[in-house]
Nanobody, 116 residues
Framework: QVHLVESGGGLVQVGGSVRLSCAASGNIFSILNMAWYRQAPGNQREVVASISNSGRTNYAGSVGGRFTISRDNTENTVYLQMNSLKPEDTADYFC??????????WGQGTQVTVSS
């Protein structure tokens, strides 16, 4: 079993930056494909960025060029660096991981509020 714990959310002003972290327990982190999702009130959960176990990254169109996903397999941690934040980035952010296809493991989420 893998437990994922997010941290780093909070209140940030428009145009600001924040870095989210997701620490994983267990010893299979390096083989997991990881992703960050977000869910705003009234909206469906959407994938924001993903990083494969080989380090290949993908981003949603709405965040490309502003967000960067990375991972440190020695620390069992995945990060999401978010820059040039906009009010529409306000959401609960979740990290997720899995070996194939849909995520198998989810964190509890961390809230990011972008204030104008």
């Amino acid at each position: 079993q893998v437990h994922l714990v997010e941290s780093g959310g909070g209140l940030v002003q428009v145009g600001g930056s924040v870095r989210l972290s997701c620490a994983a327990s267990g010893n299979i982190f390096s083989i997991l494909n990881m992703a960050w999702y977000r869910q705003a009130p009234g909206n469906q959960r959407e994938v924001v960025a993903s990083i494969s176990n080989s380090g290949r990254t993908n981003y949603a169109g709405s965040v490309g060029g502003r967000f960067t996903i990375s991972r440190d397999n020695t620390e069992n941690t995945v990060y999401l660096q978010m820059n040039s934040l906009k009010p529409e980035d306000t959401a609960d952010y979740f990290c997720a991981g899995g070996r194939l296809g849909l995520p198998e493991y989810w964190g509890q989420g961390t809230q990011v509020t972008v204030s104008s």
